[in-house]
């Protein structure tokens, strides 16, 4: 869920002794802490170093080398990925227990040439670049130019898309108005629903074959369509059985060879669990980790679709397996988190695959965002959380990994015992988990249209989009720059920093005789934008209709198979695509400056104030901190400035939602994140009207911009609550707490009750940065942009900007001893 | 009236008529929102001026005076002359230091806070009614009946705004809306007793045991003091005592002991203890008044001393705790 963005704030993968690990590890016992094998297990996926393998590249270029033209594009792809199965090279490392690697071992990452070919260079630069590197051997890159470069050239998905864009488009990018992306990987946001855990490959092949039995070539005039879909979807289910088999033959093959008696046993359990899934459905705890880990590596095989893939309410389809084999005495709890710990560092072995062109350049994150929701609803509207939600709690706690994300699901019927669990370990300060209002999700869901069932079935996957779980393919398209939307209409259509046309002719701003007139003009930018982005979006979504289809993935999305369809033909029961929108605070907090300055109190005329934005504020530095200090600024529960995010955001709705994709009565909503492509956003702006110099950072997501919030966290939580969330897709909301705010557990109480608060005004997501050392120290160098950190000591509190060096020197001390 | 204090006893102010008061409005300095560590649940804070004591290490200092205060920190000064050109009484001047404001000619009327691009000129003060506070109040309603949280009076010293203070608990008590009042403990009792009657719960502050040393440490005796905490007390109110704790003014084990004695003995249900650990953060906020302040002896009690402190508490049936 990640664009060609560097990131400011990476979050750290520590090793586990630099951590305490916690808690003392057992000798001979699993819990509490990482007992030994997990803490192994664990250690080796954080130190390795992500790699580049080939070998899926050149098994797709001989396999198309030799079969293009023979079969038709579903059935192509379908024998493409069991071919790509059946010869993979296998991966079972020491003391696994959940097995399966995508590449050849741990954090190996495949190309997928068929989308986006890199080139030689692109590897070079991989290999070199500052952060998030990616290491290719010389010996497989000049494979690389041999074997796959020459085949893909000018055939790449990537290249049919960028060979048809309209100039608009091409201008309106390239500026820097929107991301797309869908031209870098195929479009994903997955998470599954329970069905994986009632039926098997086998059992789903058999629904398949029924429906080819059926057809109706006389009458139906896509039964040829559908056919080959069916066929497809068919060949992807042995695929998948064939790649676990495998495993299990590799299982048995060890177990002869090993002479540990303990490790014997475990090769052997590892077969046999392989054998029966994903054939069948699973029986156990054990098997249905695997069962859920085998669809998964098939997914992200087949294709790479933004943000991996997600099993969705993991802890509500663990908890009859755990409930069931507890009672009967064949699993421990302390069994069971050991196995969750070994799937938790399979997906941390999975990182992101890497960009091609000149994104490439720029660093990433080897986040693939696969968000594993715990607690939440049930289908049937009852509380989800179960004392598997409390043990995938003390998993995330312990193991601290980048990967996988994770996040809790609060409805008002969730028990204040969860929320304070889940607070506990939000206060680590490792950013997660974020947390989620279920409630406010399932009405947004309702009102995209789904059945209340399949509504509080679904949830939140990547970072904070909304979707019905296992049922839907809810694609993100791209983000949308609102704040240079702004730019560009203050600047009649031109990008300031480029020169170059990037909108439409909307009038001298200076000419404007109103607040009014000036609002008009941006809002025809921006639906001029969104409208050149829908345009190319669903274009590329017939690309990948065409060219790119996903039979494995429609297996497991519900209706793929009845109707007949790929997943991306509208072959889910729900289509939705997002735009998402960044920047709110940002372009809120320039419309209040411009409002208040130039049209309300004239105290400023246009003209220099946007002569002072375009000197990026040199010179007039007396301006620019009027501006600061003395603007409404989103964030402070202040109408005047919240007004104006209400408008714009009620405007952005007005623009996309409801537009129809081309999908089966699909349709284009909205959400407010940003993830971190507001650092990438900010870098192509110049200085913006409130105060913000160029190339910094916009705001991110709904979060007011950074440091314009300076009345605490209960003031935000109003601001933002004034947007009608249900509305949306998802908004997101960081907040920044200083660890002196989370000291007690009494303290820790309270955070539950802003965000009850939050989420009884109608609040989406919120999750908590807790502020460390560092942060503090990158405040003292950018004042500006920490005015909202608040220092909270008993009988006292004031702002971190408003102390001296040295007092900030002692709250930075503090804050060392404090964190926890 | 700040320097009166400083001059010696100032318990005679108890019977000062504070003119920045009445039933409709009152002098307040801050609100703070989210207040965690100011009574029970998520709370907002509104901070009244003015304060009858002088304490040494006051973390609030520019809650002592009751009257507008200008606030300057020259590290935020960009030197734009704005303030120097718009006052009316031409009290400012830009010298090598910063802003200087000659307190002869100021009449501590804003507008230099007002023009200032950077806010490194502020007043500290500003008369607020009843009905704006209740408005402040109200926008945090949400997050009180999700916490059981409330509103804290705190200042200086809110019963010095007696009349203004109990038209605003009356105002907060009629919305349903729990109230704290965080108090020195030094009014006269019926205006202590007056309030008691309209507020939930009470942050009583009891510095030091010995009325001498209390005097060389606040300026005014505790006598006044111990006396309204014995007769809140009796009345049922709920109480936390709130004690400042300061290396080599109050942590020595005869205070503590006698302290702990103190609250032990007080009627009612047994009071909860918030020890709040000396520290200098508030160094920033004397510069701004354009004052000195000298730390002296004071220091925060070593972490063990703190854990010792509490035993002390505890071996009274005392729970004791820091912050809070």
Redesign the interface.
């Known amino acids: 869920m990640f664009e060609q963005i560097k990131i400011s704030n990476p979050v750290p993968e520590r090793p586990a002794v630099a951590e305490g690990n916690f808690y003392k590890p057992l000798e001979d016992k699993i819990g509490p802490g990482m007992n030994p094998r997990i803490q192994r297990l664990r250690k080796l996926s954080v130190d390795t170093e992500p790699t580049i393998s080939i070998e899926r590249a050149l098994h797709e270029t001989a396999f198309y080398k030799e079969n293009y033209g023979k079969y038709s594009i579903p059935v192509l792809r379908a024998m493409n990925f069991f071919d790509h199965c059946e010869k993979k090279t296998l991966y079972l490392g020491d003391g696994e227990l959940i097995v399966g690697e995508r590449g050849p071992k741990p954090k190996a990452v495949p190309t997928f040439p068929e989308l986006t070919c890199h080139s030689v260079e692109d590897f070079h630069v991989l290999n070199t670049r500052d952060m998030q590197r990616y290491t290719t051997t010389q010996e497989d890159i000049d494979t690389y130019e041999r074997e796959v470069i020459p085949y893909w050239q000018g055939k790449t998905q990537r290249e049919r898309i960028f060979n048809h864009v309209p100039e608009e488009w091409k201008r309106a990018y390239e500026a820097g108005l929107f991301t797309e992306f869908m031209e870098q990987r195929a479009p994903g946001h997955t998470a599954l629903d329970g069905k994986i855990y009632q039926k098997g490959m086998l059992d789903l092949k058999r629904e398949i074959e029924e429906n080819i039995a059926k057809l109706d070539y006389l009458n139906d005039p896509e039964a040829t369509d559908k056919a080959e879909q069916w066929k497809a979807m068919a060949i992807s289910c042995d695929a998948a059985i064939v790649f676990a088999e495998r495993h299990a033959d590799l299982a048995e093959e060890m177990a002869m060879k090993e002479s540990n008696s303990q490790r014997k046993a475990e090769l052997l359990k590892i077969a046999e669990v392989c054998r029966w899934v994903p054939a069948h459905a699973p029986r156990t705890f054990w098997e249905a980790i695997q069962m859920y880990w085998f669809v998964h590596l098939g997914t992200i095989t087949e294709l790479n679709g933004w943000d991996a893939m997600n099993p969705g309410h993991f802890d509500q389809h663990l908890q009859p397996f755990y409930e069931k084999e507890l009672a009967s005495g064949t699993l421990t709890r302390e069994e069971a988190k050991e196995l969750l710990s070994c799937f938790w560092i399979k997906v941390n072995n999975h990182p992101a695959p890497p960009k091609v062109g000149i994104t490439a350049r720029e660093s990433g994150t080897y986040n693939d965002f696969t968000n594993i929701n715990i607690g939440g609803l049930r289908p049937d509207g009852s509380d989800g959380t179960s004392e598997v939600s409390y043990l995938i709690l003390n998993v995330i706690e312990e193991l601290h990994v980048l990967q996988p994300g994770n996040s809790v699901h609060i409805s008002a019927k969730t028990p204040d015992r969860f929320l304070h669990a889940a607070a506990h370990v939000i206060r680590q300060g490792h950013g997660y988990p974020s947390v989620f209002n279920a409630d406010v999700y399932v009405m947004e869901m309702i009102r995209q249209g789904k059945s209340l069932q399949d509504a509080r079935e679904g949830g939140c996957s990547g970072c904070i989009e909304v979707g019905a779980f296992g049922k839907e393919a809810y694609l993100l398209t791209g983000y949308l720059n609102v704040p240079k939307i702004l730019e560009i209409t203050l600047n009649n259509g031109i990008d300031p920093v480029t020169g170059k046309v990037a909108g439409i002719e909307t009038g001298d701003p200076r000419e404007f005789k109103s607040y009014d007139e000036l609002y008009d003009a941006f809002l025809k930018q921006l639906n001029f934008v969104i409208d050149q982005k829908i345009r190319v979006s669903n274009y590329i979504d017939r690309m990948f209709a065409k060219y790119a289809p996903a039979p494995f993935l429609s297996v497991v999305i519900e209706d793929c198979i009845s109707k007949g369809r790929d997943y991306y033909d509208g072959g889910p029961r729900y289509n939705t695509s997002y735009i998402q929108c960044c920047g709110l605070g940002t372009v809120t907090d320039s419309l209040s400056a411009l409002k208040k300055h130039v049209f309300t109190e004239g105290r400023v005329t246009m003209d220099r104030l946007l002569g002072a934005v375009a000197k990026n504020f040199e010179g007039e530095?007396?301006?620019r901190?009027?501006i600061m200090?003395?603007t409404p600024f989103f964030g402070n529960?202040n109408d005047a400035a919240d007004d104006i995010a209400v408008g714009v955001y009620n405007d952005l709705l007005a623009a996309i939602d409801g537009k129809p994709n081309i999908k089966d009565g699909g349709k284009y909503h909205l959400n407010m994140l940003s993830t971190t492509c507001h650092v990438y956003f900010g870098k192509v702006m110049g200085a913006t009207p409130n105060g913000r110099l160029a190339g910094k950072s916009i705001s991110d997501g709904t979060s007011p911009s950074h440091g314009a919030d300076t009345?605490?966290?209960?003031?935000v939580v109003?601001s933002l609550t004034k947007l009608d969330h249900i509305k949306s897709g998802g908004t997101l909301l960081n907040q920044r707490f200083l660890p002196s705010?989370l000291?007690?557990d009494?303290?820790i109480?309270?955070l539950g009750?802003?965000i009850?608060?939050y989420f009884?005004?109608g609040g989406h997501h919120i999750q908590f940065n807790i502020v460390d050392t560092a942060t503090l120290l990158a405040a003292q160098q950018c004042p500006d942009d920490y005015k909202d950190l608040l220092?909270?000591?008993?009988?006292?509190?004031?702002y971190f900007n408003?102390?001296?060096a040295?007092?900030q020197q002692?709250?930075i001390e503090r804050t060392q001893n404090e964190a926890f | 009236m700040t320097d009166l204090v400083r001059t010696g006893n100032a318990s005679h102010l108890i019977h000062f008529k504070f003119k920045n008061q009445n039933m409709n409005s009152g002098l307040i300095f801050d609100v703070k929102r989210y207040a965690i560590n100011d009574g029970p649940g998520i709370r907002v804070t509104i901070f009244l001026k003015g304060c009858y004591l002088d304490c040494a290490w006051c973390h609030n200092p520019e809650s002592i005076s009751p009257k507008v205060q200008k606030l300057y920190s020259a590290d935020k000064c960009i030197g734009c002359n704005t303030c120097v050109e718009a006052c009316p009484e031409n009290a400012c001047e830009l010298t090598p230091k910063g802003i200087v404001t000659d307190p002869a000619l100021c009449k501590l009327c804003g507008i230099c806070a007002d023009v200032c691009p950077t806010k490194a000129t502020e007043m500290s003060g500003r008369i607020a009614t009843v009905e704006e506070i209740v408005a402040i109040v109200e926008k945090e309603r949400i997050f009180f009946d999700q916490s059981g949280g409330g509103v804290t009076f705190s200042g200086g010293e809110p019963l010095m705004h007696s009349e203004f203070l109990i038209s605003l608990l009356d105002a907060c008590g009629e919305r349903g809306i729990h109230r704290t009042v965080d108090t020195t403990g030094f009014a006269k009792t019926e205006i202590l007793l007056d309030v008691a009657r309209r507020t939930d719960h009470f942050l009583y502050d009891l510095k030091m045991m010995d009325s001498e040393r209390h005097k060389r440490w606040t300026n005014i005796g505790n006598e006044r003091i111990l006396e309204n905490l014995k007769v809140l007390a009796a009345t049922g109110a709920s109480i936390n005592i709130r004690i400042p704790l300061i290396k080599g003014v109050n942590d020595d084990d005869e205070n503590i002991e006698a302290t702990a004695q103190f609250v032990a003995s007080l009627a009612g249900e047994k009071k909860r203890v918030n020890l709040l650990p000396y520290h200098n953060i508030m160094l920033k906020k004397y510069e701004k008044l354009g004052e000195h302040f000298d730390p002296g002896i004071m220091a925060e009690p070593e972490k063990s001393r703190q854990k010792a402190i509490i035993s002390m508490f505890a071996a009274h049936g005392v729970e004791a705790m820091v912050g809070g």
């Open positions: 530095e007396f301006l901190q009027t200090n003395k529960d009345h605490g966290p209960s003031a109003k705010l000291k007690r009494e303290d109480k309270k009750h802003l009850r608060s009884t005004l220092v909270r000591m008993a009988g006292y509190s004031d408003d102390m001296n040295d007092l002692e709250v």
